[in-house]
Every structure is written in structure tokens, then in C-alpha cells.
């Protein structure tokens, strides 16, 4: 079965960076829309970034408030998609979650947090 496994959450100061991992198994990842969300506290879950299918390109796309902060890659050989985030806000504190979408269904990791403050 697909699992997704994140990891790379953190604590970390304001104008800092963290990269988040998530691993795939059970699915050629690199062979499936992915994507990063995240959760604040009180807060729905919301879009953050997105990598097509290599078969569609592997373009990305990424919400407003990260633009130009945050990067989503693939590394195909290890079946993994991450998310760099440069200059951490306070506002950018969540648990994120990687999604894939499947032929038939969406998964989702359990989430990894992510804390900015100083």
C-alpha cells in the first residue's frame, strides 16, 4: 500500500530555513502529482506547493505567501519529494503534510511540525 513518510520538522528562528522530506513507498512517486500542505493551529489545512507527474512536465506551483521562499523538488532515485523553506516567518508555523495524488485515491502523510520563533 502507499505510505508517506515526512520528516526534517523542526524548531527554528525567524529569516531561518528547514527542509522538510517525504519520503514514498508502495508508489513511483515521480509518477504522480505530489504536494505539501500545512495545518496552523485553529486553521484549516492549506495548499502550499505542488509538483506534477514527470510524465506532465514536473512543474511546480506554489501558494502566494511562500512564493519566492520555499522550493519543491523531487529526487527520483530515492522516491522523495522535499520542500526547502528559506526565511521562516512566524506565520509559516503548521504541521505539513506531503499529499500524493493516486489513480483512485489521495494520501496523505502524518505531518511533521514546524515551529518559527524566536
Known amino acids: 500500500q502507499v505510505q508517506l513518510v515526512e520528516s526534517g520538522g523542526g524548531l527554528v528562528q525567524p529569516g531561518g530555513s528547514l527542509r522538510l522530506s517525504c519520503a514514498a513507498s508502495?508508489?513511483?512517486?515521480?509518477?504522480?502529482?505530489m504536494g505539501w500542505y500545512r495545518q496552523a493551529p485553529g486553521k484549516q489545512r492549506e495548499w502550499v506547493a505542488s509538483?506534477?507527474?514527470?510524465?506532465?512536465?514536473?512543474?511546480?506551483s506554489y501558494a502566494d505567501s511562500v512564493k519566492g521562499r520555499f522550493t519543491i523538488s523531487r529526487d527520483n532515485a530515492k522516491n522523495t519529494v522535499y520542500l526547502q523553506m528559506n526565511s521562516l516567518k512566524p506565520e509559516d508555523t503548521a504541521v505539513y503534510y506531503c499529499?500524493?495524488?493516486?489513480?483512485?485515491?489521495?494520501?496523505w502523510g502524518q505531518g511533521t511540525q514546524v515551529t518559527v520563533s524566536s
Open positions: 499529499n500524493l495524488s493516486g489513480a483512485t485515491s489521495t494520501y
Open positions: 508502495g508508489v513511483i512517486a515521480s509518477l504522480r502529482a
Open positions: 509538483i506534477r507527474s514527470i510524465t506532465n512536465g514536473g512543474s511546480t
